[in-house]
């Protein structure tokens, strides 16, 4: 993957295997280069490779898929990654990578917890997932409380 078209599609891509949403939603959602920035900052342009890499070539082999994503997900090095991204899309937050981790590949790296942006708080997946809204970010419209959320019935 070269330029930066090139690393958001492979970030788009890997991201939709881990979070269970098409890559058409999550490039829609307009966060993904940013997550793919602030990834490359806390966790380090090299590992982000590596990850996306590994997420790439577990695919390949879409029969024994579930399992390179679940080794992928329990390794030392990517894990955290991984298990942070799928955060990321889902919460539009980030948690700091855990401290033996950092101490290991990212010694000296700044990371904290922290809500990228308004945009990634609206656009987290969980909204889509539960068939609601942000809370206090995007208005329901009066009255609807009264209403079934969609797809539901009385």
């Given at each position: 993957?070269?330029?930066?078209?090139g690393?958001?599609d492979?970030f788009?891509?890997?991201?939709?295997?881990?979070?269970?949403?098409?890559?058409?939603a999550?490039a829609?959602?307009?966060?993904?280069?940013d997550y793919?920035t602030?990834?490359?900052?806390?966790?380090?342009?090299?590992?982000?490779?590596?990850f996306?890499e590994?997420?790439a070539?577990a695919?390949?082999?879409?029969?024994?898929?579930?399992?390179a994503?679940?080794?992928?997900?329990?390794d030392?090095k990517?894990?955290?990654v991984g298990?942070?991204?799928?955060q990321l899309?889902?919460?539009g937050g980030?948690?700091a990578?855990p401290g033996?981790?950092r101490?290991?590949?990212?010694?000296g790296?700044?990371?904290?917890?922290?809500i990228?942006?308004?945009?990634?708080?609206?656009q987290?997946?969980?909204?889509k997932?539960?068939?609601t809204h942000p809370?206090?970010a995007?208005?329901?419209?009066?009255?609807?409380w009264?209403?079934?959320?969609?797809?539901?019935?009385?």
């Amino acid at each position: 993957m070269t330029g930066s078209v090139g690393k958001l599609d492979g970030f788009i891509k890997a991201s939709a295997v881990l979070v269970g949403y098409p890559q058409s939603a999550l490039a829609l959602t307009g966060v993904g280069s940013d997550y793919l920035t602030l990834c490359e900052e806390r966790v380090g342009t090299a590992i982000l490779a590596e990850f996306l890499e590994a997420i790439a070539k577990a695919v390949e082999k879409p029969r024994d898929a579930s399992v390179a994503i679940e080794k992928i997900l329990d390794d030392h090095k990517l894990g955290p990654v991984g298990r942070n991204i799928i955060q990321l899309w889902y919460l539009g937050g980030w948690s700091a990578m855990p401290g033996d981790w950092r101490e290991t590949y990212r010694n000296g790296a700044a990371d904290e917890d922290m809500i990228p942006s308004a945009l990634a708080y609206k656009q987290g997946l969980v909204w889509k997932t539960l068939k609601t809204h942000p809370m206090g970010a995007k208005a329901p419209g009066f009255g609807s409380w009264a209403l079934n959320p969609p797809g539901e019935t009385e």
